[in-house]
């Protein structure tokens, strides 16, 4: 496969032909934040946290990172007064639901974010959508899924299939950037509900509360 | 039904079908679009067809249900043909009437025809209404002359005709060439050009390509797709398969909102109607082109009409739009190359065709060219459908074609493009219509919604209750568009309700900016118009409900309260019988006082009150006087005094 050159913060940087902006940023060493990003997934272009801007003929064009494909002859920010302002701006949206996540503690210190600009509400959720995109991506399983549309939007186990496959799997937890806590609390309300006649029965749940 | 294997037979039979036909046989038109439909013109069809039947006349008169017209407000609209005469607001009890006088003695029902409210005129005709009179009606005026159900209909008037064209002689390239000249510009809201569009798709190396039409409509308040699929379906689908030709497509969709009936009957009824008659399916006209359509009712999405995610909708799946920086005429419906286009961009089509592009050209602005049907809603005399030359000025459409504001209210503003549009005010009325020209002033032509707001009209609860709209339908799935809008929402409902505080307008900037850079998708980067160009043009009443907790139009309940003046109220104790909170105390002869505490702001005080005292205010910003004492309440007429 061929190779590219374009610039990233005013380093020169190769990549691969069809690599996106933040693998070829990756491949250099050059930091850029994310949050529903995972190298074994299909890019999803949710959290935004990846945007970078492009300059073109003079005027700049906001993109995000994880999509966008990298060419030969990019010249590409990073960061810039904008992009942190708007990066902050996320944060602070982000921490309104999960403000004890060590994840966007770490980057709302980077990037001076408020975690106290909105009002809380305690969802805990991010919709990352790591969970979601792992287990029907990698694990194949499809034991959870978004339910519901917009700000109502959820994170939900389908009980059925989680009772069967989640207690081998679980390779969706270590992902959840807001540590586990949604994921595990609404499996233990999904399997909480009556077990279907054939399903084999719970050993134990003393992993809730580990 | 017998197949059509050629042009010429097509054209044979449309002559047929005229030669059928007398031209001065009466006929009577009745619109049964939804908006008529919802008036009762289904039973105003039932009452001519059953008085003429019961006259004998069945053999000497037509009677149709038709497509929408337009002149909503006045519907049921009955147009009788050969000459035309219109009559606005039929009731069933109208009908014998109009069979008696109109069919029968050829005399005008002079009360059920429309009076020029400045003049006192009255207009027997269509064309001389001043709602339709000042506009250029080219695709929405067959609408009240088709039966949307026959295709017979249809043909009669010219239609497929731009088809026959195009099977009979054209190469795709030369149609796509025709659209290119003609500068379409997408009617769906974007106006990206239609014939660079098309050719993208062409270009695509993938031989499965697919074209599809946005029947998706979902602003608040906008209805000319609905009007268009429903009243005049063949238009839409003669324009589909023109584009399949000359994109190369064999399969195509229509993607029509569940909540569109009647318009879902309609276009699937044209589908099989044309199906039957060889104008769809293999060997179109006797000629080597095949293509099928398909008709996809969405449950509901307002971001469904968004392209990608109509598609990815179309596919099973959620209506997400897609992240991909890749646009969907190369890489769209199942990653094929997709043409997709709005109802009345492909409505324009087969007028293009058979007119030619210059044709089309002669008409509009610089950048945008041919009409464009618009929704004309709000505070406005005439409601309804408008269809206007490109370039006109917002000040002709709201007085000339509008009737302007009714109750001699004073005009404020008037929002067009959908909920992620933008308010104009009166300064900017002479702005001319165009594609380039709305997105200047902050706002966007979007699929042609208007609404036109009065004096009385919150500027800040307007930007709530579209912010609003807009959150309730963000798909969620990015965090500048779900979150961002969510908490601008709750910030301008605090605004509203007077819990604004120094800084808002600062964090609804910064949100704005969030979603405007770094949302997925159009409806997330477009969601903070309603703010920015509210924030634009009426800055002063986003300060005064900051910071004097005072609305000045006056109209948010919170910030707002009731008062009865006691020089002005004559004690006539309409507004004590009428209050439904039991909040005012009074008598006869007694000056009214409204308990604040138990007032619910409903406003019926200050409806019911004579407009010959006016005596109740609505007070912003301001304490309400403290109430008259008790033993001062009587009012003492002049004769009475000594």
Known sequence: MSEITLQIDGKEVRAKEGATILEAAQGAGIFIP???HHEKLEPFGACRMCIVELEKRGSTQIVVSCVYQAADGLVVRTRSEKIDRVRRTILELLLAHAPDSFVLQDLAREYGADPNRFDKEGSFCIHCGLCVRTCAEVAKKNAIGFVGR????????????????????????????????????????????????????????????? | MERLNSPQELENFRREILSRRDPDMPCISVCVGSGCVASGANEVVEAFRSEIDKQGLETNVDTKGTGCPGFCERGPVVVIYPEEICYLQVTPEDVPEIVAETIQEKKVVERLLYVDPETGEKAVHESDISFYRNQERNLICNNIKIDSQKIEDYIANGGYSALSKVLGGMSPEQVLDE?????????????????IKWEGSRNAADPVKYVIVNADEGDPGAFMDRALLEGNPHSVLEGLIIGAYAVGAKEGYVYVRHEYPLAVRNIT?????????GLLGSNILGSD????VMVNQGAGAFVCGESTALMTSLEGRAGEPRPKYVRSNVVGLWGRPSVLNNVETWANVPLIINNGSEWFTRIGTEGSKGTKIFSLVGKITNTGLVEVPMGITLREIVYKIGGGIPGGKKFKAIQTGGPSGGCIPEEL?????????????????????MIVMDEDTCMVDTARYF????TDESCGKCVPCREGLRQMHKILTNITEGRGNDGDIETLEVLSEAAGEAALCALGKSAPNPFLSTLKYFRDEYEAHIREKRCPAPSCKQLISYYIDPATCQGCAICVKKCPAGAIDGGKNRISIIDQEKCTK???????????????????????????????RNIVRGSQKQ
């Open chain 1, 150 to 210: 917009g700000i109502n939007k959820e994170i939900s186990f389908i009980p059925e299939i989680a009772a069967r496959e989640c207690w081998d799997c679980k390779e969706c937890f270590p992902l959840c950037p807001t540590e586990a806590l949604q994921a595990a609390y609404l499996l233990a309300m999904g399997l909480r509900r009556p077990p279907a006649r054939n399903s084999a029965p719970l050993k134990n749940s003393s992993w809730m509360s580990t």
């Open chain 2, 602 to 632: 409903c406003g019926t005080c200050i409806e019911v009150c004579p407009s010959r005292f006016s005596a109740v205010r609505k007070i912003s910003g301001e304490p309400v006087p403290p109430p008259v004492p008790e033993e001062e």
């Open chain 2, 269 to 277: 009824l044209a589908i099989e109607q044309a199906e039957a008659r």
């Open chain 2, 289 to 292: 082109f095949e293509f099928r």
């Open chain 2, 179 to 195: 659209v290119k000249k003609s500068n379409l510009r997408g009617r769906g809201g974007a106006g990206f050009p239609a014939g």
């Open chain 2, 467 to 470: 912010i609003e709209f807009l």
């Open chain 1, 34 to 36: 994310t949050l529903c």
């Open chain 2, 429 to 449: 009325l002479d702005l001319e219509v165009g594609f380039d020209e709305l997105t200047r002033a902050g706002s966007m032509m979007g699929s042609g919604g």
